[in-house]
């Protein structure tokens, strides 16, 4: 009788062990985190799309959508933020200092912080569309650091605008400003 408890007792376990993700007892320890991020035009009608971040064992993976971009010209992207650890905000119109009708990258740190980790290489298709797939390792994510703290106090940043300002009689690409801007949002632990 004591064998067949101790040989259910042992098929118990490794069935909780099977089920139970890795670290369950200890809060938080083996938990997925999701995170998501709609993008809204910054400097560049109509640039739009979305950033969908899940947090795993140190890992973060990044899904990244965005249209409206130029064909044939360099775009970046980021995830931005305060060391400090200040909630990022959307910049609107009121961060362009100089009134030249762009809201310029330095301008737009004021209200997104700055670029902590970047998430490249972007290649833009056809259509100004971009689609990007990472997974982040601990050590690329570093800035982040508690992760599930910081992210969902950080933003999304596309760079690369053409842009015709109001004091400039000719178009012009800028690298450096932001095309779009999504603040992350924590959707659900999972």
Not at 3 to 14: A, N, R
Request: include cysteine; proline fraction near 7%; aromatic fraction near 6%.
């Amino acid at each position: 009788m004591k064998l067949k408890l101790v040989l259910v007792c042992v098929l118990v376990v490794v069935a909780l062990a099977m089920v139970l993700p890795a670290g369950a007892g200890a809060k938080g320890a083996g938990s997925a985190y999701v995170y998501d991020a709609k993008l809204t035009q910054t400097n560049a009608p109509p640039v739009s799309g979305t950033c969908h971040f899940v947090t795993v064992k140190g890992r973060l993976i990044v899904q990244l959508h965005v249209l409206g971009l130029r064909d044939n010209k360099p775009h970046t992207a980021a995830i931005t933020g305060f060391t400090s650890g200040q909630p990022a905000r959307l910049p609107t119109p009121a961060y362009d200092a100089n009134k030249d009708g762009l809201i310029s990258g330095a301008e737009a740190a004021v209200a997104v912080g700055a670029p902590l980790v970047w998430l490249e290489p972007i290649e833009v298709k056809s259509n100004g569309r971009i689609i990007f797939h990472a997974t982040l390792s601990h050590a690329d994510i570093m800035a982040l650091d508690p992760i599930n703290i910081m992210l969902g106090k950080c933003a999304v940043v596309v760079y690369g605008v053409m842009q015709q300002p109001t004091y400039y009689a000719l178009p012009f690409y800028d690298p450096t400003a932001p095309a779009a801007c999504g603040l992350i949002r924590a959707k659900k632990a999972i």
